[in-house]
């Protein structure tokens, strides 16, 4: 079982930086799939970006070369740094994680993943 909290979402221009960040509690941090998705109002929610061991990690094409995520196994920690941020960026940000291996490298769904935050609202507007 863990738990995770999201923090760090507000309000930012376009053009922007912010970073997000989850902190997760429970044991074997380091052998969970930790992922981050996002919601914009009336939408789905969608996959951004993806990490586990062994250097995987996996951007969606709408966010790769402008997001960047940090892990840090220690703290138990992942973050999510935002950069050249866009309106349609807009939405609430949830940390997903998944303790076993994904099925079939299938990473980028909800019903990927086990464990959700409570999301931290990211609005990105002048």
């Not at 999510?80 to 997903?96: E, F, H, I, N, R």
């Not at 994904?102 to 980028?108: I, K, L």
């Amino acid at each position: 079982q863990v738990q995770l909290v999201e923090s760090g979402g507000g309000l930012v221009q376009p053009g922007g930086s912010l970073r997000l960040s989850c902190a997760a509690s429970g044991s074997t941090f380091s052998n969970y799939r930790m992922g981050w998705f996002r919601q914009a109002p009336g939408k789905e929610r969608e996959f951004v970006v993806v990490n586990w061991s062994g250097g995987n990690t996996y951007y969606a094409p709408s966010v790769k070369g402008r997001f960047t995520i940090f892990r840090d196994n220690v703290k138990r920690t992942v973050d999510l740094q935002m950069y050249s941020l866009k309106p349609q960026d807009t939405g609430v940000y949830y940390c997903a994680a998944r303790s076993r291996p994904f099925n079939s490298g299938h990473f980028n769904a909800t019903d990927d993943y086990d464990y959700w935050g409570q999301g931290t609202p990211v609005t990105v507007s002048s």
